[in-house]
């Protein structure tokens, strides 16, 4: 069994090899000790949490502030590091940061300053995306990566396992609205708690058929998950996949294997 990815003690790390991304450093504005996410993925790398909130205020102390970042970033690319892409990720979601617009347009003017013409890019659950500010960040990423695991509100219930007061309608709508200017990336699992029901995929073709992303990419788990109701699906049965929802919805939808 492969283990999960420890906790991440830093603000900045890498770069480190991805597959999608190529060589990465990975940005991560939430807390150092511990996951703080607005959802519970059943699948986490991280491993699960007794710290699920769309309202981060009592964790507030926890996280490092956005100018604590931008210097970190700054010796980071002082010292002339190799990268493709530079990438807001990290412990959990990282738009719950509350300063996180200081630290898009902060990250913009040192790639800008050091001449670093990266990919710049965001990875997230799209929990956010009811609030303005965030929606009206998208155009500051060169590439902007939007989580959707489901086609209907019980399956996010139950493997994404959300904040109570996320509502999965209005998610779909705000990532509706954004269209061809995100990339969605769906994890599909088999087992009881699983995604792949033939009804399931049905649903989240129509649904991602109705939000018009420029790419879906579909990926699986790469480890086991004792006791999770959920088991890894075969690259093959992904690529198969892929080739039915690309005919279905006349989308680009590209399977990239294990995630990672």
Same mark, same amino acid.
């Given at each position: 069994?492969?283990?999960?990815?420890?906790?991440?003690?830093?603000?900045?790390?890498?770069?480190?090899?991805?597959?999608?991304?190529?060589?990465?450093?990975?940005?991560?504005?939430?807390?150092?000790?511990?996951?703080?996410?607005?959802?519970?993925?059943?699948?986490?790398?991280?491993?699960?949490?007794?710290?699920?909130?769309?309202?981060?205020?009592?964790?507030?102390?926890?996280?490092?502030?956005?100018?604590?970042?931008?210097?970190?970033?700054?010796?980071?690319?002082?010292?002339?590091?190799?990268?493709?892409?530079?990438?807001?990720?990290?412990?959990?979601?990282?738009?719950?940061?509350?300063?996180?617009?200081?630290?898009?347009?902060?990250?913009?003017?040192?790639?800008?300053?050091?001449?670093?013409?990266?990919?710049?890019?965001?990875?997230?659950?799209?929990?956010?995306?009811?609030?303005?500010?965030?929606? #009206?960040? @998208?155009?500051?990423?060169? %590439?902007?990566?939007?989580?959707?695991? +489901?086609? !209907?509100?019980?399956?996010?219930?139950? &493997?994404?396992?959300?904040?109570?007061?996320?509502?999965?309608?209005?998610?779909?709508?705000?990532?509706?609205?954004?269209?061809?200017?995100?990339?969605?990336?769906?994890?599909?699992?088999?087992?009881?708690?699983?995604?792949?029901?033939?009804?399931?995929?049905?649903?989240?073709?129509?649904?991602?058929?109705?939000?018009?992303?420029?790419?879906?990419?579909?990926?699986?788990?790469?480890?086991?998950?004792?006791?999770?109701?959920? #088991?890894? @699906?075969?690259?093959?049965? %992904?690529?198969?996949?892929?080739?039915? +929802?690309? !005919?279905?919805?006349?989308?680009?939808? &590209?399977?990239?294997?294990?995630?990672?």
């Amino acid at each position: 069994m492969m283990e999960r990815i420890p906790i991440l003690k830093g603000c900045i790390w890498g770069p480190m090899e991805s597959p999608r991304l190529g060589k990465t450093v990975w940005v991560n504005p939430l807390p150092v000790g511990y996951k703080l996410c607005s959802f519970n993925c059943l699948y986490c790398r991280l491993g699960a949490s007794d710290t699920v909130a769309a309202d981060i205020t009592p964790y507030l102390r926890d996280l490092p502030s956005a100018n604590k970042i931008l210097t970190e970033l700054e010796r980071t690319l002082k010292r002339g590091a190799d990268f493709d892409t530079l990438a807001l990720s990290g412990n959990g979601e990282p738009t719950l940061h509350p300063d996180f617009p200081k630290l898009v347009y902060g990250t913009r003017r040192l790639l800008k300053q050091y001449k670093q013409d990266k990919t710049f890019a965001l990875l997230s659950n799209s929990s956010t995306l009811v609030r303005r500010e965030i929606r #009206e960040l @998208v155009g500051e990423f060169d %590439l902007s990566i939007f989580k959707l695991d +489901a086609g !209907r509100s019980e399956i996010f219930q139950r &493997v994404n396992r959300p904040d109570p007061g996320l509502v999965f309608e209005d998610m779909v709508e705000e990532l509706r609205k954004l269209g061809s200017r995100i990339h969605l990336q769906t994890v599909f699992v088999v087992g009881p708690r699983g995604n792949m029901d033939s009804n399931d995929i049905k649903l989240w073709m129509r649904t991602i058929m109705g939000i018009k992303p420029k790419v879906v990419e579909i990926y699986s788990i790469n480890r086991e998950y004792p006791g999770m109701g959920i #088991e890894m @699906v075969p690259l093959v049965i %992904l690529e198969e996949l892929a080739r039915k +929802a690309q !005919r279905n919805t006349g989308l680009e939808v &590209v399977a990239y294997g294990n995630w990672k």
